[in-house]
C-alpha cells in the first residue's frame, strides 16, 4: 500500500508493537507528527517540557519494562537535545531507538535552519545510527534500529530523517519484526571448566551487574547460588536482582557498597563477574581487585571481556544461558564455613548509620519511603548522595524496581525516567527520589506528569548543597567548598502547586510520613521537600583510585 | 610497542569510514596510518589500520572494531603472510652528485625508483611491506629529507 515516509515511520512502529512514544514537536518532524495524531488510537505520544525530558522517559520506560523506549525529537537543537538521554542510555545499554528529523536532502550540508549533523554527533553513543537518504531504505532502517537496539547488549539506535522523506510516498508492506537473537552459541567444555571452577573453590563470590537484568536472568542466578550457597554482590545497575534479606545476597559493592561485599570480593579465591563491567566505581583499583580470586567473566559483550580488569577465564554469552547450562555440571554445596565467616563480617565490619531523632536521617528517610511504598514500587534516583543513600538502604526485591543513571551519572535524569516507568505500569507505584540540585535540573517536567495525571512522588532530599561534590571536597580538598553550596530560594511547595501538583515540606520523619500518607492518596503528581543536614555524607567509601584497604565508614 | 596491521572489511555506507576513525580516537588508540579503497564488491570497502599497540591493547581494539554493525569482518595480518603492501614518496637533498650517488645506491639496494632528478633535490619511491618502507626511511634520513608522505598499508 502506497504511505508517505511519515505514516511508513508510524506503521513500523505499530509493527514493532511500539504503543508509546516520547517527544517533542518541530519543524522537521512536522509531518511524522502528523501521521502520529491520525495514528494516536495505534501510538500514544507523550508531550514533554523539553526533548531531555523525553529521551530520559524512552529510557525510563525501557528500564522498567525491558521493551524499546522510542523519543521523537526534530532537527538541530531538538535533536541535541536528546543527546544526553542517548548517552545515558548507551552507557546502561537500555534499548532505545531515537527518531530525528533532519532538513531536506538539498538542504543538508549547507547550514540550513536547525540543521545539524546528528549522526555524526552520535556516533560515539549510539551502538549504531542512520541517516535515511532514500525513502525505499525507511521501513527497513526503521525495523534495522529495533533489531540493533535489543540484539546482544542493548543499547540505543539513532534514525535520522530528512523531511523531505517524510513526505514522500513509497509502497509499504508490513513484515513480522525479527526475533531478537540474544542466544550466543557457547562451548560445553567452557561450561563445563566453570562448574569445576565453582565446584573446587572454597570462597566462591558472584559478583553481577545489569546484564542480568538485560538477560532476564535473576532467577537462573538465583538458583545457581542457593544451589552451590555462592554469596553474590551487585552493582549499583543490578540493583533488586536478589531479593533484599536473602542471605546470599551481600548487596552492593563498590565506592559505596558495604564493606562485607568489598571484604568477600577481597578474599574470595573465585570471583565470577556476571554481566558487569568492572567499572571504576567497582573495582576502584584495577590491580587490587579480588586480588586472591580466580577472576571468572561472563558476558554477551565480548569486547567487555578483560577491558577493564584481566580475567582468568571467560565465557562470552547470554548470562540466562550460561548460567542454565552451568546447572547441570555444579555440584551442591553448602559451603557453611564460608558463609559463617561473612555473616560475622556483616555484623564486625559493616558500617551501620546512627540515627537522630532532630533531623531526618537518610538512611531513615529511605527505609520509610521503602516501607510505605511497599515491594512493588518503582523507584527512581537522579545522581548524587541521594542516589547513594537510595541503593544503600531502598530495599529492592524485584528487578527493574530501581531505576537510576549508572554509567553516565546524568543529573536530571529522573524525573524523564519516572514519568516513562509511570507511563508504562499507570498502576504501580513511582517514587522519584531526588535532590535539590537533580531537581533544579529538570522539574521542568512537572508540568509533564500535571498534564498527563501522572501521580509520581517526589522526594527531594533537600540539603541545599551539591552534596556529592560537597563530600569529596570536604574529604580531598580541606573542605574548600567550591561552588557546592547552593544559596537558592526555591519555595519547592509554591513550586509544586503552581505546576498544579501538590507540595510538602517536612523536617522530621514524622512529618515525612505524614506527607507521604498523603501523596500516596493524591491522584496528581506530589513533591515532598524532606530537609537534609548539609554535612550527611555517603558512607562507607572507597576513595578513587583506593582499594579495599582504604576504605572510610566514619 | 609494537606496529599491528588490522584489515578490515566494512560496508562500503556513508561516513564508515569516519565511525571506524571515531572510535579509534574514542577508545584513545593511536592511528599510525589508515586507507580505505573500494573493493570488487561494489558493496564492499576495505580498510587496513596500522595500530602502535601491545598486545593486550591490540585484542582490546580487535574486539571494539569487531562490534560496529558495519564492520563485517577484521583481520590481523602479518606482513610477511599476506600480500600487503605501503607506498612511500621521498624528497631527498643532494647538493653534489656524491650525495646523490650514495643516494642512488640506498634506492637501488631497497629495490626502489628514481621518480625525478632535480638540481639539488631526488625524489624516490619505494613500494614494499611497511616494516622494509620503514627501514628505507631509515636508511634515507641520513641525508635531508625534504618532504615525504606514505600512503598507509593496503592489503589482500
Redesign the interface.
Known amino acids: 500500500m502506497l504511505k508517505t515516509g511519515a505514516e511508513i515511520v508510524v506503521e513500523v512502529l505499530v509493527e514493532e508493537g511500539v504503543d508509546v512514544v516520547f517527544g517533542y514537536p518541530g519543524g522537521t518532524v512536522i509531518n511524522i507528527y502528523d501521521a502520529l495524531l491520525q495514528n494516536k488510537d495505534r501510538v500514544r505520544h507523550i508531550l514533554t517540557a523539553h526533548e531531555q525530558g523525553a529521551s530520559h522517559a524512552a529510557d525510563g520506560y525501557a528500564r522498567a519494562t525491558g521493551k524499546t523506549g522510542v523519543v521523537i525529537a526534530t532537527s538541530g537543537p531538538g535533536a541535541t537535545n536528546i543527546v544526553t538521554g542517548i548517552a545515558t542510555a548507551y552507557m546502561d545499554s537500555i534499548p532505545m531507538v531515537a527518531i530525528t528529523g533532519n532538513v531536506t536532502t538539498d538542504a543538508i550540508g549547507r547550514d540550513s535552519f536547525q540543521e545539524v549533523y546528528i549522526?555524526?554527533v552520535t556516533?560515539?553513543i549510539t551502538?549504531?545510527n542512520f541517516?535515511v537518504?532514500k525513502i525505499e531504505d525507511l521501513a527497513d532502517t526503521l525495523r534495522e534500529a529495533f533489531r540493533?537496539a535489543q540484539s546482544g547488549r542493548p543499547g540505543p539506535v539513532l534514525v535520522d530523517i530528512p523531511k523531505d522523506i517524510t513526505v514522500e510516498s513509497y509502497e509499504f508492506e508490513n513484515k513480522e519484526p525479527v526475533k531478537i537473537q540474544r542466544h550466543v552459541p557457547v562451548k560445553q567444555e567452557d561450561v563445563k571448566h566453570l562448574a569445576e571452577l565453582i565446584n573446587k573453590s572454597v570462597r566462591p563470590v558472584i559478583y553481577f551487574g545489569g546484564g542480568v537484568i538485560s538477560s532476564g536472568a535473576s532467577e537462573q542466578l538465583s538458583t545457581l547460588m542457593n544451589t552451590c550457597s555462592i554469596p553474590g554482590c551487585h552493582t549499583l545497575m543490578a540493583s533488586g536482582v536478589l531479593s533484599y534479606g536473602d542471605r546470599l545476597n551481600l548487596g552492593m559493592v563498590g565506592m559505596h557498597g558495604h564493606v562485607s561485599s568489598a571484604k568477600a570480593i577481597n578474599e574470595s579465591d573465585l570471583l565470577i563477574a556476571v554481566g558487569t563491567r568492572f567499572s571504576d566505581r567497582v573495582a576502584t583499583n584495577k590491580e587490587k581487585f579480588a586480588p586472591n580470586a580466580i577472576k571468572v567473566q561472563i558476558d554477551i559483550?565480548?569486547?567487555e571481556?578483560?577491558?577493564n580488569v584481566?580475567t582468568n577465564f571467560s565465557i562470552v554469552g547470554d548470562v540466562k544461558d550460561v548460567l542454565e547450562k552451568l546447572m547441570q555440571y555444579v555440584t551442591p554445596s553448602d559451603r557453611k564455613q564460608w558463609l559463617e565467616t561473612i555473616d560475622k563480617w556483616r555484623e564486625e565490619i559493616d558500617y551501620h548509620p546512627v540515627d537522630d531523632q532532630n533531623s531526618i536521617k537518610p538512611f531513615k528517610l529511605v527505609e520509610a519511603i521503602s516501607e510505605m511504598s511497599g515491594e512493588d514500587a518503582i523507584i527512581v534516583t537522579d545522581v548524587g548522595q541521594h542516589q547513594m543513600w537510595t541503593a544503600q538502604y531502598c530495599k529492592r526485591t524485584k528487578p527493574r524496581s530501581f531505576l537510576t543513571s549508572g554509567g553516565l551519572g546524568t543529573m536530571g535524569f529522573s524525573y524523564g525516567a519516572s514519568m516513562g516507568a509511570k507511563i508504562a505500569f499507570p498502576d504501580r507505584r513511582v517514587v522519584h527520589i531526588t535532590g535539590d540540585g537533580g531537581f533544579h535540573m529538570n522539574m521542568n517536567e512537572l508540568c509533564t506528569s500535571v498534564t498527563y495525571g501522572l501521580p509520581i512522588i517526589t522526594v527531594i532530599m533537600n540539603n541545599n548543597v551539591l552534596g556529592m561534590v560537597r563530600q569529596w571536597q570536604e574529604l580531598f580538598f580541606e573542605k574548600r567548598y567550591a561552588y557546592t553550596t547552593l544559596d537558592r530560594k526555591t519555595d519547592f511547595v509554591k513550586l509544586a502547586e503552581a505546576f498544579g501538583a501538590k507540595g510538602y515540606r517536612a523536617n522530621t520523619i514524622a512529618e515525612f510520613k505524614e506527607a507521604f500518607e498523603k501523596a500516596l492518596q493524591n491522584d496528581c503528581p506530589s513533591v515532598i521537600e524532606c530537609i537534609i543536614d548539609r554535612d550527611e555524607k555517603v558512607l562507607p567509601m572507597i576513595p578513587p583510585g583506593g582499594s579495599f584497604d582504604d576504605m572510610i565508614v566514619d | 610497542m609494537k606496529k599491528h596491521i588490522l584489515s578490515l572489511v566494512v560496508q562500503n555506507n556513508f561516513g564508515v569510514l569516519a565511525r571506524i576513525s571515531s572510535l579509534f580516537a574514542r577508545r584513545g588508540y593511536n592511528i599510525d596510518s589508515i586507507s580505505a579503497s573500494p573493493t570488487n564488491e561494489p558493496k564492499i570497502t576495505k580498510i587496513t589500520v596500522v595500530v602502535e599497540a601491545d598486545d593486550e591493547l591490540i585484542e582490546k581494539v580487535f574486539k571494539q572494531v569487531s562490534k560496529l554493525e558495519e564492520v563485517e569482518q577484521v583481520t590481523q595480518i602479518d606482513e610477511r603472510e599476506t600480500v600487503c603492501k605501503e607506498l612511500a614518496l621521498l624528497k631527498v637533498g643532494a647538493e653534489d652528485t656524491a650525495v646523490s650517488a650514495e643516494i642512488s645506491g640506498v634506492v637501488l639496494a631497497y629495490d626502489g625508483k628514481i621518480l625525478e632528478i632535480q638540481q639539488d633535490a631526488i625524489t624516490v619511491e619505494l613500494t614494499d611491506i611497511p616494516s622494509n618502507v620503514d627501514a628505507f626511511v631509515k636508511a634515507l634520513s641520513k641525508f635531508k629529507i625534504l618532504e615525504m608522505c606514505r600512503t598507509g598499508v593496503t592489503a589482500l
Open positions: 549522526t555524526g556516533v560515539p551502538k549504531h541517516l537518504k540493533i559483550d565480548n569486547a571481556i578483560d577491558k584481566r
